[in-house]
């Protein structure tokens, strides 16, 4: 069916092309994360809890 369409829009469109290759997203990061919990009083009750994070976002899905 496809092989009938002769008009030169569809032509073009279809036609074999090269594209040169473009880097659009980079995902490069450092993202250290520390956790650190005591139990202050020894009876799971009293903690003292402390953390450190950092987000990186990685965009290659949504560039996908």
Known sequence: ???S???PFYQAFVAPRTVGAETV????????RLGF???LTDDHRTV???FYGRFIFNSADDVA
Not at 25 to 32: C, D, H, K, N, Q
């Open 1 to 3: 069916m496809l092989a």
């Open 5 to 7: 369409w002769n008009n």
């Open 25 to 32: 997203s980079e995902t490069v990061g450092f993202a250290p």
């Open 37 to 39: 919990a005591y139990d």
């Open 48 to 50: 003292l809890k402390m």
